[in-house]
């Protein structure tokens, strides 16, 4: 009894043996959990005194460059309660607007962005939920490049008529198709439209997609011939007015505006844009909606119709005018223009503004040529063209000008070689830059029944708001100029 008393230690001194192992290691897991709750305290607190912190953004940079109102989305690490919209600096300058949704700052750019860029945006004043200290939120981003492409007709002395393409980042041109005689040429995202002329004056409509060297032929109907040929700036959608000759004395197609759906592995069949009455709409003019699927029809009863590209919807009619004058860059804001002036149509919101262009004082010598038109408050772009007598004959001479809604003019472009002619100019998708064409005054006209031109074109790219050149090219009927 005694040895197994003596074997067994009381209860109560076990229970101190245990206390006395456990102690230290208690002591020290406690300490843990403090430094653990005091720093997690800690980093709470020094969010609270930094402030709001950007932690997503989200922008569209590629649709940023072709349409205004893309929207810039800084999201935060906490509410904002307050920013200070006023003082928010873009770099290049740019117009915007501001909101506030939750965690969200929303920046809205008036105008498209440029091509190849690299932005910074500052929002100052930015007061999140959690403290009222106000912190800055900066956010850097780069646009993409632009290709540029131009048709250089060669036939007239015995060569294939070339596209060429070049770019703001790589202004060395490559020539993406080659054919005997080239009509005119259209760019849906990564596929080339081409419409060609054969031996006969026929037309035939070729498909290429990064330059391939095999293009696709578009069936077209037996002696048909194309006009008008255009795409989306934003959609895979081209569109062309196909005619056919008369047979037994009835034409197949007369004047009928075709759409090409490219957003396939297999480019669809041509469909016929269909009138009120359901029957094929026989056109004037056309032109796409920037970023939609919609375009913009005129009748030979100058009547306006909007159009869905996908035959989804009727036509919807937009009233009767003498003339389609494209659209504002970026915007579904329609120009058209009347005998008694001209106006905007806004397609979103079913309104119409008068627009008048003041006109500049020009010299006897001086007369006005191609105007394009760059935003609803009278701004545009003008050819002028000067003619004078030298050593008895006569002289042209032409350049660019900018007029501003108060009628001023400004010099934006001229010619190096001074008696070269500007023939045509068209400002790019974002409404930032304008294609220049030119020639010799005495170049020839090239031989082309459809969409004629001159002999010896050359493009120039101009920077619209400073009248920098980026870049130049052999070539004419820029694919900005859309009909």
Request: one cysteine or more; proline letters at 7%.
């Amino acid at each position: 009894m005694s040895s197994e008393a003596s074997a067994a230690p009381p209860a109560s001194s076990a229970a101190r043996s245990d206390d006395g192992r456990q102690g230290p290691f208690r002591q020290r897991l406690i300490g843990t959990v403090l430094v653990l709750v005091v720093a997690v305290a800690g980093f709470g607190f020094a969010g609270l005194v930094q402030g709001p912190r950007l932690d997503t953004a989200e922008l569209d940079v590629a649709s940023a460059t072709r349409l205004a109102g893309e929207r810039l989305t800084l999201t935060l690490n906490q509410p904002v309660v307050e920013i200070d919209a006023a003082a928010i600096e873009v770099e290049p300058a740019t117009s915007v607007t501001a909101t506030v949704d939750d965690r969200d700052i929303v920046i809205t750019f008036d105008r498209p962005l440029d091509y190849a860029a690299e932005y910074t945006v500052r929002v100052p004043g930015v007061v999140g939920a959690y403290q009222a200290a106000p912190a800055v939120v900066e956010h850097r981003f780069a646009t993409p490049d632009e290709d540029v492409y131009v048709l250089h007709r060669r036939s007239h002395r015995g060569e294939a008529d070339l596209v060429q393409r070049s770019s703001f980042a790589d202004p060395r041109p490559e020539v993406v198709f080659s054919a005997p005689r080239i009509q005119e040429f259209a760019r849906a995202g990564a596929v080339l439209v081409v419409v060609t002329v054969d031996d006969e004056g026929r037309n035939g409509i070729a498909l290429s997609k990064d330059a391939q060297p095999d293009p696709a032929e578009l069936a077209l109907p037996q002696g048909a011939t194309i006009r008008d040929l255009a795409a989306s700036t934003t959609h895979p959608l081209v569109g062309f007015v196909l005619d056919t000759p008369a047979v037994e004395g009835v034409r197949q197609h007369a004047a009928e505006l075709m759409t090409l759906d490219l957003s396939g592995t297999a480019p669809a069949a041509p469909l016929p844009v269909l009138a009120l009455d359901g029957t094929p709409m026989r056109v004037m003019s056309w032109a796409f909606v920037p970023g939609t699927t919609s375009l913009v029809a005129q009748d030979f009863e100058q009547g306006l119709y909007l159009v869905d590209a996908l035959g989804g919807e009727s036509p919807t009619p937009l009233g009767v005018h003498a003339e389609i004058r494209g659209f504002i860059a970026g915007t579904s804001e329609l120009l058209v223009a009347d005998p008694d002036g001209g106006s905007v149509l806004g397609l979103a919101d079913g309104t119409a503004t008068a627009l008048e262009l003041q006109t500049p004082e020009l010299a006897d010598n001086v007369y006005a040529d191609h105007i394009s038109v760059l935003d609803g408050e009278g701004r545009y772009l003008v050819s002028l063209v000067q003619a004078r007598v030298e050593a008895g004959r006569n002289v042209r001479s032409s350049m660019l000008a900018a007029v501003g809604a108060d009628g001023e003019l400004s010099k934006l472009f001229a010619p190096a070689v001074p008696t070269s002619v500007i023939r045509d100019h068209c400002t790019s998708p974002n409404g930032r830059w304008v294609a220049v064409a030119e020639s010799p005054d005495d170049s020839r006209p090239d031989g082309y029944s459809g969409d004629p031109g001159f002999t010896e074109r050359m493009t120039t790219i101009v920077e619209i708001s400073t009248g920098r050149v980026a870049l130049s090219l052999q070539g004419g009927f820029s694919d900005w100029c859309a009909p």
